[in-house]
């Protein structure tokens, strides 16, 4: 027991005056007229009847009052454990990510986790979480010991990229619901890409005490980093694979790299990686059959994390798709230099098939992969009609304007009228160019902006919903992407020829028409590599009760591990899938089309280095001891256990206070409430 503020307890000297009331008052009487003096003997009084303390009960009330107010401003407290209280929540995080599967990692966290359950203080609630991809709660708060020890046993590695950042964010939205003291503890391998990219996300709560406990040391690693290949390929000769081995804090080394198609071993190379370095080695050629193959890149066992020794990467072997170009039979340069960009791409797999405008009314959309319109101002009803049919189903088309679209004058398929024309080339600058451009998107990943592309012609379009992706310098939209259905258009303000712009011009436009031809087909969203916890679109969200019904159609989905990821419901209405898996994801859609996808865990958690010291004791705020190893953590659980903390009684010795003062009144009235004359 203790006091907040002892310099009060000086006012004890007040007790005596109690005792000046009832002991050392003067005695008086009251003077009584007699006749005469003579009769009376002179004697000594005695005086013990006068400090014979009076009204005892009364006495001791007065003094208890006076003690408790003076030991109520004192503020006294007792000292309790702070972890022996059962508010305190003890948490219990596992990271699970996939740099845990390199050694021990795992298990040694998993042991360390059990050693702190089994010195939780009695009566304490646990609650137990894992780290991957995403924080997951694998219970409640709880004091079920056998219940939390299951929990930990059963943690099983995933190939998700763990981030402290996520953790901060989780138990930040947790302590919005839990105003209880919280102690968690962490174990992890401490990867430096745990990181997040600003150190505030990794800030805790307040009533949150965090404590480390590092399960690794900083070991050498050599990975497959990256591939690039080909998704989709008509001539195996002219296919190169292309692969970078990267090493985390290796020696120079020469490492056995291998092109694994369909389980069997197609090539094999020695690659000299440097020293901490990187270096790119390529396969020329992919002998692959027909259809969708599961293809690899290997290193040689040379580490003791041989589950990143690998890189997935699936590949469609098929005859050339089929486009089809729609045109007026006066325009001969737009199917030229389309034709030759799609042509010239470096994995060409697509055929230009050009028709007059004229001739277009029993073409069936569904043989060709997408179709283009280029200055085409109107369709055949009945090729539009199919192509708007195509659309709704899954189907993609792209638009060029052109210089034939007159202001007021209805787009075919995109719906909408031409609002307003520019013509650049009258104007004193003579042409514009590309002023705001979104490069995350498919077609323009490698466009470089369009620089130096002059463009004289344009067509101002209302975006209505649809998506701007390129603006000129003047904001007039130049490209667009509109959804309709299943599927997508892409509008294109201008035109294809080198009259309207000079963009066939520029090397640019290959890789323009190779991308927007890719994403047109589907290709490029529905197979190649992709990483763990990303998403892959099944359907686009439709706000038509009529396409919505249409799209319940079941899509068949196969794991790597050869389970369903999703339930029967849910592959009748889920509009993305989750890829928390590393491998091979087969899809069945119910239009008969197929897609494998391959999928590879974050190459961040194959840098196996370390957070610094320092930075983890500022995240833990400073505390020297909050970074345990395996070995006395049984002891730091126990020693948080015998720490304390101040309880104040303030409230109790309030509450005395009234008793006291009541009680005194009472006896007080009782005693006090009639004078009687003493003999």
């Known amino acids: 027991m203790g006091f907040l503020a002892p310099w009060f307890l000086g006012g004890l000297a007040l007790l005596g005056l109690p005792l000046y009331l009832h002991l050392l008052r003067h005695h008086t009487q009251t003077p009584k007229p007699v006749s005469s003096l003579m009769f009376f003997e002179r004697g000594t009084q005695s005086s013990t009847r006068h400090r014979r303390l009076r009204h005892i009960l009364l006495f001791v009330l007065r003094l208890l009052v006076i003690l408790v107010l003076i030991l109520l401003f004192a503020n006294p407290f007792i000292r309790r454990s702070s972890a022996s209280s059962s508010n305190r929540l003890l948490l219990i995080a596992v990271d699970n990510s996939f740099s845990m599967r390199a050694g021990t990692r795992l298990q040694d966290a998993k042991n360390q986790a059990l050693s702190v359950l089994a010195a939780r203080h009695t009566g304490q609630r646990a609650q137990v979480l894992t780290l991957g991809g995403e924080m997951q709660l694998l219970t409640q708060p709880i004091e079920d010991s056998e219940a939390l020890r299951a929990a930990v046993s059963n ?64 070991v050498p690693n050599w990975t497959v980093e990256s591939v690039d290949a080909p998704a989709q390929i008509a001539d195996p000769k002219h296919a190169r694979v292309l692969a970078v081995i990267s090493g985390h804090q290796t020696p120079a080394a020469t490492r056995t790299v291998s092109l694994v198609v369909n389980g069997k071993v197609t090539a094999t190379k020695q690659l000299n990686v440097p020293a901490d370095g990187r270096a790119t ?229 290959v890789p323009f028409v190779d991308q927007a031809a890719r994403s047109l087909s589907g290709s490029a969203q529905l197979s190649g590599a992709r990483l763990v916890d990303s998403f892959v679109q099944l359907r686009n969200p439709s706000t038509d009760t009529s396409q919505a019904k249409a799209q319940n159609a079941a899509i068949d989905i196969i794991g790597p591990d050869g389970r369903h990821p999703l339930s029967l419901a849910e592959e009748s209405t889920a509009q993305v899938l989750r890829l928390s898996q590393a491998g091979f994801y087969q899809i069945h859609f119910p239009t008969g089309r197929d897609a494998l996808i391959a999928v590879n865990p974050d190459r961040r958690e194959s840098a196996l280095d370390l957070i610094p010291d320092e930075t983890l004791k500022l995240w833990s705020a400073g505390n020297e001891s909050a970074t345990p190893n395996a070995v006395n953590a049984a002891a730091q659980q126990q020693q948080i256990q015998t720490q304390t903390t101040n309880q104040s009684l303030w409230w109790w010795f309030m509450l005395l206070l009234l008793i006291a003062a009541l009680a005194e009144a009472l006896v007080a009235s009782r005693y006090l409430g009639t004078q009687r004359e003493e003999i």
């Open 155 to 218: 943690i099983q590695p995933t190939d998700g990229h763990s981030t402290f950042g996520e953790l901060g964010r989780g138990i930040r939205a947790m302590a919005e619901t839990v105003h209880t003291p919280v102690e968690l503890h962490l174990f992890s391998d401490m990867q430096s890409s745990n990181m997040p990219g600003n150190f505030a996300e990794m800030v805790l709560p307040g009533n949150v005490t965090l404590v480390l406990h590092p399960v690794a040391k900083a």
């Open 281 to 509: 080695i390529a396969f020329d050629g992919l002998d692959v059959p027909y259809g969708d193959s599961r293809c690899q890149v290997k290193i040689d066992a040379a580490d003791g994390f041989a589950a990143d020794d690998a890189a997935n990467f699936a590949v469609r072997r098929a005859d050339p798709e089929r486009v089809l170009f729609v045109h007026p039979s006066f325009d001969s340069r737009s199917p030229l230099y389309f034709g030759a960009a799609l042509a010239a791409a470096a994995q060409a797999s697509f055929v230009l098939q050009p028709i007059d405008v004229e001739r277009s009314s029993d073409a069936d959309s569904t043989h060709y992969a997408f179709v283009v319109l280029s200055d085409v101002p109107q369709l055949p009803s009945l090729l539009e009609n199919s192509l708007l049919h195509a659309v709704q189903n899954g189907s993609s088309v792209l638009i060029a304007l052109g210089s034939s679209q007159a202001r007021g004058r209805r787009i075919p398929l995109f719906g909408g009228n031409v609002t307003d024309v520019r013509a650049y080339n009258r104007q004193p600058e003579g042409f514009s160019t590309v002023g705001q451009m979104d490069a995350a998107y498919p077609a323009l990943k490698d466009a470089n902006n369009w620089a130096d592309t002059r463009f004289l012609f344009a067509s101002v379009v209302d975006p209505g919903n649809a998506r701007v992706v390129a603006r000129l310098a003047d904001g007039t939209p130049l490209l667009l992407d509109k959804q309709i259905g299943q599927g997508h258009i892409l509008l294109f303000t201008s035109g294809f020829d080198n009259l309207t712009n000079d963009l066939p011009l520029h090397p640019s436009f």
